[in-house]
């Protein structure tokens, strides 16, 4: 039996930063992943670091994605410096556009709603009509009426970054266990035992963030984590010259040039099916609001499915009946990168997740709704 001093299983966006950032702070970590076997939302994203949206009616949420967002940058250059792999972070603030003075009213009340909800902590936002939206998005289609803007948003390459984590966790001593499914686990406080085959592993703290496989992992543990799948379907484009720096929500072009079309919000299980008709909206909205975009081929298409909460807001606990053991999950798994390495990993190694993280609990769902 190999005895370490952490266990992290799924080596996905949210186990690889964790594990990364317990490496980091001195624990001999395993980071254990089941493989390609298992739905994996971090190989299939839209790469968004993204703010602006994010935490409307939960403001510690909002804050958690603001402080990840100014994380990012110290991960990225940790990364670039230790590894070579640049996860090619770029953070200009980000556009959320709209089509229809509807669309433009609902999103005025809605960026409202998060600066009156952020009150002393602050909350910067503009609504910027066409013609200043034209200087930030050059060649910007005569449908789009106006749109949302912040300075904290930005996109990465989350498959780097991926890589850029796990490479940067086996060199800071991290030991990376792919391709291996759980037979069997054994939870005490501050002791748990995972086995498959022969191999034994334990340690005195365990994180769950093996995304929607944490449904079934969590209660072996004393937890819950009741996340769903949510399919999100992708078109890339073929390569352009540079158009423009600042991404949306919907459309951004990426460092090597290729335009990202995303992302659809599809509940139908785990089914991982693409669909013509739901691509096709994508497609039309995206070209109504850059014409341009018709002239280009689509050269690669998926979908995936995230890992959703039941309110969209992330869950990250800590057990009580086997005090060591944590888990996190979030359908944002890319944006919280900097918080999972920076600061949610350093929780871990203290012993004990901060009083901030209490309203992320899954201890809300008990908490009967208002009417
Ligand atoms: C279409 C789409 C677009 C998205 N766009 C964005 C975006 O723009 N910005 C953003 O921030 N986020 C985005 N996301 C979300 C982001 O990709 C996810 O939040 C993130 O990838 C979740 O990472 P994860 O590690 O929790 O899950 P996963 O990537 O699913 O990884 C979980 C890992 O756990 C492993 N595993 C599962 N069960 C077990 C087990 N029993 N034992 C061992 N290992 C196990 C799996 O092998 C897997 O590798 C998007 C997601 C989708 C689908």
Not at 61 to 85: D, F, N
Not at 289 to 297: I, Y
Not at 320 to 349: D, I, K, R, W
Request: glycine fraction near 10%; include cysteine.
């Amino acid at each position: 039996m190999q005895r370490i001093d952490a266990i992290v299983i799924g080596g996905g966006l949210v186990g690889s930063a964790i594990a990364y950032g317990l490496a980091r702070a001195g624990l001999k970590t395993a980071l254990i992943d089941e493989g390609d076997v298992a739905f994996r939302a971090s190989r299939g994203n839209f790469g968004l670091v993204w703010v602006q949206s994010k935490g409307l009616g939960a403001p510690h949420y909002q804050r958690w994605t603001r402080r990840s967002a100014e994380e990012w940058p110290k991960l990225a250059a940790e990364l670039v410096a230790g590894t070579g792999i640049d996860p090619a972070l770029e953070q200009p603030g980000g556009v959320h556009l709209c089509l229809s003075d509807q669309e433009l009213d609902e999103r005025r009340a809605r960026m409202e709603q998060m600066r009156a909800e952020a009150g002393n902590f602050g909350f910067d936002y503009r609504m910027l009509g066409p013609s200043e939206l034209k200087d930030m998005l050059p060649r910007l289609g005569p449908a789009v009426v106006g749109a949302s803007w912040t300075p904290y948003d930005g996109h990465a390459n989350s498959l780097y970054l991926l890589h850029a984590l796990h490479n940067g966790f086996v060199q800071r001593g991290g030991v990376y266990i792919p391709n291996r499914t759980i037979d069997y686990a054994a939870a005490q406080p501050n002791d748990f035992r995972l086995g498959s085959g022969a191999d034994e592993v334990a340690a005195p703290k365990i994180v769950l963030a093996a995304g929607l496989g944490n449904a079934k992992l969590a209660p072996l543990f004393g937890l819950r984590a009741p996340v769903r799948p949510q399919r999100g379907q992708i078109l890339v484009t073929e390569r352009a010259g540079r158009v423009f720096d600042m991404p949306t929500t919907t459309v951004r072009q990426t460092v090597e040039g290729g335009i990202m079309i995303g992302d659809s919000m599809e509940d139908v299980g785990f089914d991982t099916s693409q669909r013509p008709d739901v691509m096709a909206a994508m497609a039309e909205r995206a070209v109504l609001s850059f014409p341009w975009l018709a002239e280009l081929q689509v050269v690669r298409a998926w979908a995936a499915l995230r890992v959703m909460p039941p309110d969209g807001t992330p869950i990250y606990d800590e057990s009580e009946q086997f005090p060591g053991a944590f888990t996190a999950n979030c359908h944002s798994g890319v944006t919280l990168a900097g918080a999972h390495a920076n600061v949610f990993a350093a929780m871990v190694a203290a012993g004990a997740l901060a009083p901030e993280m209490v309203p992320f609990s899954a201890r809300r769902f008990d908490v009967p709704q208002a009417a």
